[in-house]
């Protein structure tokens, strides 16, 4: 890795930090004096120190004043602002030399944010409950950013250190032996990187690399990352090497990358190209690594096939058809939600093109969003119905087995579990979790306050929080119950409702896996809808191999005349309720998939 501090093979540790701003930058090593890196052009300082190994503690002192960490730190054994200690990968003995990764088509995600999932809220502590995952039929775990942050818990998207793994959650080999121990059930790791800016607390580069910082540029959360102008080769080299590091160091299987649509580069090739194509000219032929995106922009072009049939990312998550299920199971029209006056009808084209704006003005954002899914398959959409986002950001974190009616949220789960896009569940909705997912950080007194009001100042336009006390209510970011609240309670699967929705949902998964999964092995020739009423709709998938898949369901709670029905060779997998058999009425919240096997001819 070019940056950083490197174990060398022959014995000691190179040192290099790219430090434009600097004119002199000393290294102090724990229990040694300081000494000069030299100069070594372009901005870089560096040294090999002979007596450094493994473990050694040291900062950078940016010309004779300021300590700062290493901004490529392996890890941070006391905080962001305290000293970096080397690490040597090759320390780790790891048991997974014959994991290949698994094939894209067979995944279902399971997002967990490590802090909460257990009591613990360590990697440990999360390891112990892999055997669970793997029974309930997930196949990949996808960890919310582990990149060191301030303070002693958080999200993880205001990380100020992407290559340390968050010392609250354990050590390096605490997260390899995560990784390994997921890899011995089958199951890849999925992880959460963000590449489109900093924390705003533990963030020394502006004192030594201000380069690394857009100036024509901003974010929400900040300033945002150089990566076409001025120095942008060495900041573009930074992120490059971070994705490369945690595929390969920690033998990931795939990134989830956050919130593109603020990542900004006019030049080319894109940031996003060449982390991507980065990534296959190293993995192509050694196993199965996966690139998933976050972007608000809907931008198909990431996500269409080349002539070679590969995809620079293998999905995006897919905001619009949770949306779309959103609105139909709760009712809500709040926000974001009131671009979806026609839920079936953005639920129909989710199902069959994947996005359900591809172009479209949008009412909430005031302007067109998304493009054409010409061309791109289904399966690049990954599909979810709760997520840290979607609940957490709920002023009151609720999850959406809280604020739908039961059969609404039966009649969702089922259909979103059996389609063809990738499902995604959030930590918990296996077994219907009461906790609530809340925000939560953990800012120095400068910043504490202000994200606080903040908070609760961003939900004033809803009409539930228009008046002060009723947004008193919004639980403090800063305080440390709110993060308990936060936590599963794992014993609420020794109570028969929480397990009961458990085992049906881990009977819907080996059902995908051993129906679904085999016909999304061949491509997928055609999809279309009919509509019934305003809640009801009937979707066709149909496979190269002749086979057929056939949703039929109604959405809402009175029943509707059904347009159509599956033929009479079709195989029912799931019915939730006795179909189209009254009078040729789909009843309240039906939903039932059908599979025929081969069409005529």
């Not at 959460?192 to 901003?218: I, K, T, W």
Request: overall charge neutral; aromatic content about 12%.
């Amino acid at each position: 890795m070019p940056f950083g501090a490197e174990v060398q093979p022959a014995g000691g540790v190179r040192f290099r930090l790219w430090a434009p701003r600097a004119d002199r930058v000393d290294l102090c090593v724990e229990g040694h004096d300081a000494r000069a890196l030299a100069p070594a052009g372009g901005g870089w300082f560096e040294a090999t120190v002979p007596r450094a190994g493994h473990g050694t503690r040291y900062h950078y002192r940016i010309d004779g004043r300021r300590l700062v960490p290493d901004p490529a730190s392996r890890f941070q054994p006391e905080d962001v602002h305290g000293p970096s200690e080397v690490v040597d990968p090759e320390r780790f003995e790891w048991t997974d030399g014959g994991w290949r990764g698994r094939a894209w088509e067979t995944m279902v995600f399971y997002e967990l944010h490590v802090g909460t999932f257990t009591p613990e809220g360590t990697l440990a502590a999360a390891q112990a409950r892999l055997d669970h995952l793997a029974d309930l039929g997930v196949t990949a775990v996808e960890l919310m950013p582990l990149a060191a942050f301030p303070g002693r818990w958080g999200w993880g998207y205001d990380g100020v250190l992407p290559f340390a793994p968050a010392r609250w959650y354990g050590r390096p080999e605490d997260l390899k032996s995560f990784v390994a121990a997921c890899h011995e059930r089958r199951l890849a790791v999925f992880l959460d990187v963000v590449y489109n800016h900093f924390g705003p607390e533990g963030n020394y580069l502006h004192a030594y690399a201000p380069a690394f910082f857009s100036r024509r540029h901003v974010t929400p959360w900040g300033d945002a990352i150089n990566f076409d102008g001025e120095g942008s080769a060495d900041v573009r080299a930074f992120f490059r090497e971070n994705a490369l590091y945690w595929l390969e160091e920690y033998h990931v299987d795939g990134l989830r990358l956050d919130a593109v649509h603020a990542i900004y580069d006019d030049s080319t090739p894109h940031i996003l190209e060449e982390i991507a194509q980065s990534v296959r000219a190293r993995f192509a032929d050694r196993r199965r690594v996966h690139l998933v995106l976050e972007n608000d922009g809907n931008e198909a072009r990431w996500l269409r096939p080349d002539a070679a049939g590969r995809r620079l990312y293998a999905a995006q998550w897919n905001d619009d058809i949770h949306h779309a299920l959103h609105v139909l199971a709760t009712g809500e029209r709040d926000g974001y939600y009131v671009d979806y006056a026609d839920p079936v009808g953005a639920l129909a084209r989710c199902l069959t093109e994947g996005f359900a704006y591809q172009g479209e003005r949008s009412v909430y954002r005031e302007r067109p969003r998304g493009a054409s899914t010409a061309g791109v398959p289904l399966t690049a959409f990954v599909s979810f119905l709760q997520n840290h986002d979607q609940v957490g950001n709920r002023a009151l974190g609720e999850r959406l087995s809280e604020i739908a009616p039961a059969p609404a949220h039966r009649a969702v789960t089922a259909l979103l579990l059996l389609a063809p896009s990738p499902p995604l569940l959030f930590m918990g909705q296996e077994w219907a979790a009461r906790e609530p997912f809340l925000f939560f950080c953990d800012f120095g007194p400068e910043l504490a306050a202000s994200v606080t009001e903040g908070r609760r100042r961003e939900f004033a336009r809803f009409p539930a929080f228009a008046d002060p006390a009723s947004r008193a209510r919004i639980p403090d970011p800063q305080d440390e119950s709110t993060v308990r609240r936060s936590m599963l309670d794992w014993t609420a699967l020794t109570r028969a409702g929480h397990r009961g929705h458990r085992t049906w949902m881990r009977r819907l998964l080996r059902l995908r896996q051993r129906v679904i999964v085999p016909l999304l092995r061949r491509d997928l020739v055609g999809a279309r809808t009919l509509r019934a009423g305003d809640t009801g709709l009937v979707v066709e998938w149909t496979f190269a191999s002749g086979a057929r898949l056939t949703l039929t369901a109604n959405l809402g709670p009175k029943p509707v005349v059904a347009p159509t029905g599956p033929t009479t060779a079709a195989r029912r997998l799931l019915a939730l309720d006795a179909g189209a058999s009254d009078g040729g009425r789909f009843g309240p919240w039906h939903v039932a998939y059908y599979l025929t096997e081969r069409t005529d001819g």
